[in-house]
């Protein structure tokens, strides 16, 4: 399998984000950089997100996604409904993994059972 893309704000924030600028006040600078990321479904509107996610799945021709959340991470959790439908509708397997921290044997043995059947 490929990673073609994530939705996790925190990774790509580091790798995509704007460079900072060391002109003028830095605190603000790091702000600006770090808001100019992903949008995020804690500060965010849902719809916008997954209408962008929508066209990026269609765009780079996806053929499955794994859906990863932290374990109590709610804003993720009331995000995957709308996932699995649109999902759904597009005809796209999805497997939800959470992530507990004790659980790497298990997930592994998800995702590969995932990628057998994709």
Same mark, same amino acid.
């Given at each position: 399998?490929?990673?073609?893309?994530?939705?996790?704000?925190?990774?790509?924030?580091?790798?995509?984000?704007?460079?900072?600028?060391?002109?003028?006040?830095?605190?603000?600078?790091?702000?600006?950089?770090? $808001?100019?990321?992903?949008?995020?479904?804690?500060? &965010?509107?849902?719809?916008?997100?997954? %209408?962008?996610?929508? =066209? @990026? /799945?269609?765009?780079?021709?996806?053929?499955?996604?794994?859906? $990863?959340?932290?374990?109590?991470?709610?804003?993720? &959790?009331?995000?995957?409904?709308?996932? %699995?439908?649109?999902? =759904? @509708? /597009?005809?796209?397997?999805?497997?939800?993994?959470?992530?507990?921290?004790?659980?790497?044997?298990?997930?592994?043995?998800?995702?590969?059972?995932?990628?057998?059947?994709?």
């Amino acid at each position: 399998m490929n990673i073609v893309g994530d939705r996790l704000p925190e990774s790509r924030r580091l790798i995509f984000a704007p460079e900072v600028s060391p002109e003028g006040d830095i605190y603000e600078n790091i702000a600006k950089s770090l $808001l100019a990321g992903l949008p995020s479904p804690s500060q &965010d509107a849902f719809a916008e997100i997954l %209408k962008a996610d929508r =066209d @990026e /799945l269609l765009q780079k021709q996806v053929q499955g996604v794994i859906f $990863l959340t932290q374990k109590y991470c709610e804003p993720y &959790d009331y995000l995957f409904p709308s996932y %699995k439908r649109m999902l =759904d @509708e /597009l005809q796209i397997p999805v497997l939800r993994v959470t992530e507990t921290g004790s659980s790497a044997k298990n997930a592994a043995l998800a995702i590969e059972t995932f990628a057998d059947l994709l």
